[in-house]
């Protein structure tokens, strides 16, 4: 089995995040950026196939220079090969349709996405994805064992859990409990050591234009003042003269 992860490259939960330009543009100064979490729980059920099953393990990003870091963690993490499409990432339509290409171009059994990545939140990609190579498509998958050309998958709903059988070609979108967190991987040392001689290959973008654009960022407003109260008379009179929610 052939199987390709798609990574993204996003700024780490406890960075500062600041904008320049008038808010149009997001300042990298001082951000870590890591494994976008959703494509690491991908990667981590990847290796499993891989341990279990013999399959190959890819890793693509779309993207500049810049995001390699980030591959070779995954190349350090137990992945066979990177790609990275060099191309800014900043629209969903786009970068499905490079991610496309390396798919057709690899004939991928099985593409393995992050179900959104944690910066923009489109949760469009791993669809689009699926539509443009004509594969099955799983999104919000916490479960995926395969079996020849078969898969079964369970994907989370409201109120509950779906079980699917499918077969390959197959695309999905995974979150957390595809893994649990605890079987996430920290590259070590000899890893890390491999992923220097592992193949990281840059590939020129295909044609694609971009369907959407930012026009500009904006932070969460601040958290108001808190007001203390020393007895539950004075909280409700709060709650129903001034908050108005009672």
Same mark, same amino acid.
């Given at each position: &089995?052939?199987?390709?992860?798609?990574?993204?490259?996003?700024?780490?939960?406890?960075?500062?995040?600041?904008?320049?330009?008038?808010?149009?543009?997001?300042?990298?100064?001082?951000?870590?950026?890591?494994? +976008?979490?959703?494509?690491?729980?991908?990667?981590?059920?990847?290796?499993?196939?891989k341990?279990?099953?013999?399959a190959t393990?890819?890793?693509?990003?779309?993207?500049?220079?810049?995001?390699?870091?980030? #591959?070779?963690?995954?190349?350090?993490? /137990?992945?066979?090969?990177?790609?990275?499409?060099?191309?800014?990432?900043?629209?969903?339509?786009?970068?499905?349709?490079?991610?496309?290409?390396?798919?057709?171009?690899?004939?991928?059994?099985?593409? *393995?996405?992050?179900?959104?990545?944690?910066?923009? +939140?489109?949760?469009?990609?791993? /669809?689009?994805?699926?539509?443009l190579? /004509?594969?099955?498509?799983?999104?919000?998958?916490?479960? #995926?064992?395969?079996?020849?050309?078969?898969?079964?998958?369970?994907?989370?709903?409201?109120? /509950?859990?779906?079980?699917? %059988?499918?077969?390959?070609?197959?695309? *999905?979108?995974?979150?957390k409990g595809?893994?649990?967190?605890?079987?996430?991987? *920290?590259?070590? &040392?000899?890893?890390? &050591?491999?992923?220097?001689?592992?193949?990281?290959?840059?590939?020129e973008?295909?044609?694609?234009?971009?369907?959407?654009?930012?026009?500009?960022?904006?932070?969460?407003?601040?958290?108001?003042?808190?007001?203390?109260?020393?007895?539950?008379?004075e909280?409700?009179?709060?709650?129903?003269?001034?908050? %108005?929610?009672?």
């Amino acid at each position: &089995m052939k199987i390709l992860v798609c990574i993204s490259h996003v700024p780490d939960t406890t960075s500062k995040i600041n904008f320049t330009d008038g808010d149009t543009k997001f300042d990298t100064n001082g951000v870590q950026f890591v494994i +976008n979490p959703n494509d690491e729980f991908g990667l981590t059920r990847a290796m499993w196939f891989k341990e279990k099953q013999g399959a190959t393990v890819h890793v693509v990003n779309v993207g500049g220079a810049e995001t390699e870091p980030t #591959l070779r963690k995954a190349l350090a993490i /137990g992945a066979d090969e990177a790609i990275r499409v060099n191309t800014a990432a900043t629209d969903g339509f786009s970068v499905a349709k490079q991610l496309a290409n390396v798919a057709k171009e690899g004939s991928y059994d099985l593409i *393995i996405g992050g179900r959104e990545s944690i910066d923009y +939140n489109g949760g469009m990609v791993p /669809g689009m994805l699926a539509k443009l190579i /004509g594969a099955n498509f799983v999104n919000t998958c916490i479960g #995926l064992e395969v079996e020849g050309d078969k898969a079964t998958a369970i994907r989370e709903i409201d109120g /509950g859990k779906e079980t699917l %059988k499918t077969s390959l070609p197959l695309v *999905i979108g995974g979150q957390k409990g595809l893994v649990e967190e605890s079987d996430l991987r *920290i590259p070590n &040392m000899r890893g890390i &050591m491999q992923a220097r001689t592992k193949p990281l290959n840059a590939k020129e973008p295909v044609d694609a234009n971009a369907e959407t654009n930012t026009v500009s960022f904006q932070k969460p407003a601040p958290k108001g003042a808190v007001k203390l109260v020393d007895t539950v008379d004075e909280l409700v009179n709060l709650l129903h003269n001034e908050a %108005k929610v009672i």
